[in-house]
């Protein structure tokens, strides 16, 4: 067992390689070992590319050693013509005795017959090795088939004293108000760069006329979601210019949606957010940070709707403004990064 941790862990290692691009694929990683060697590896590069079964065999340069190996998958291999063919044909085609997998896939089309196509064709399975780091790691493919909604992020920074912001009039011009620092904030873009979606409301959109883009950091723009009950955000703000896809929910549908801005008529009752987030599943999105303001984000604790909740608190004092919303959670870590103390939450 504590050789098949051993290589089960470079498994869960290679699948973090793919974070923020196989969604809403879960991240897989693949280890094949030949007598105490690795000859092969691979992981789930890019959704509706190869899985991480076929990259690794693929890198073995001498297949004929695939007879006598063990391949270590850090999810249940595939039975299913998706995408791609499925994975466990593909280990059985190529001869491999053992297989070793962390945990199985809860999808309703494979849960189980992955693992029983390989043992049926007299294939060794070991299962459950390191289940529960595997159950972390794609914690928001899990949530989407059990919850059938999106993994939810909240983010927001907040004063010394309190606040989320500062209290403003129609005169001030529409930006961010400064709470976090320069490296906190290229952490909130390192997260962006790694969920399927961002949300925020009409207040945050008016006043702050976000871009939501992952600026500071490396990888893809998280689709942006922008609630707006009366169309009240000026169509000139950055969230209309159409080089990031983007949805606005709203109650009257009087603009029209053009290739990267799409509107979607919704109900603002007590089943907004419920309704909204189905949807949102629909559109395979499996995660999303939702970044204020404080009625949105006071709206999913109290529902609670959220995940986990990420809590910038800074060395600023603003004496009035805005409350910060009030949240109440597993401290899971808690971090001081320069002028912010930065808390961690799961619900």
Avoid at 282 to 294: M, Y
Wanted: aromatic content about 8%; glycine content about 6%.
């Amino acid at each position: 067992m504590i050789v098949d941790e051993k290589y089960m862990r470079r498994c869960l290692q290679l699948a973090q390689n793919g974070k923020g691009f196989v969604s809403p694929n879960p991240m897989v990683g693949a280890v094949i070992v030949h007598g105490g060697k690795i000859i092969g590896e691979g992981y789930h590069r890019i959704y509706g590319k190869p899985h991480a079964e076929v990259n690794a065999i693929n890198s073995v340069k001498d297949k004929a050693l695939l007879k006598e190996s063990t391949i270590y998958v850090s999810l249940e291999p595939c039975s299913h013509y998706g995408k791609t063919p499925p994975c466990a044909q593909l280990i059985i085609d190529s001869g491999i005795p053992r297989v070793v997998v962390a945990c199985l896939d809860p999808y309703p089309a494979v849960s189980g017959r992955g693992v029983k196509m390989l043992q049926n064709a007299g294939v060794e399975v070991t299962l459950g090795v390191l289940e529960k780091e595997a159950l972390e790691l794609n914690k928001e493919f899990f949530t989407v088939q059990s919850k059938k909604r999106p993994y939810i992020y909240l983010k927001w920074a907040q004063t010394q004293d309190g606040f989320i912001d500062i209290a403003r009039d129609e005169n001030l011009i529409p930006q961010p108000t400064p709470i976090s620092n320069e490296f906190t904030k290229m952490l909130v873009h390192k997260e962006r760069s790694e969920v399927s979606a961002i949300m925020i409301g009409t207040n945050t959109a008016i006043k702050d006329n976000p871009s939501l883009t992952t600026r500071l950091w490396y990888g893809k723009n998280p689709i942006r979601i922008v609630l707006d009950r009366k169309g009240r955000i000026p169509t000139d703000y950055t969230l209309f210019d159409g080089k990031v896809e983007t949805i606005i929910f709203t109650e009257d549908l009087k603009d029209s949606s053009s290739e990267n801005v799409i509107y979607h008529q919704a109900r603002f009752d007590e089943h907004l957010l419920e309704n909204i987030l189905s949807f949102l599943q629909t559109r395979q999105i499996s995660s999303v940070l939702v970044e204020g303001g404080r009625e949105l984000l006071q709206s999913f604790i109290d529902k609670s709707l959220w995940d986990e909740a990420f809590v910038e608190t800074s060395n600023v004092n603003f004496k009035v403004g805005i409350k910060a919303p009030n949240i109440n959670g597993k401290i899971l870590k808690k971090g001081y990064w320069r002028t912010s103390e930065v808390v961690h939450l799961r619900f």
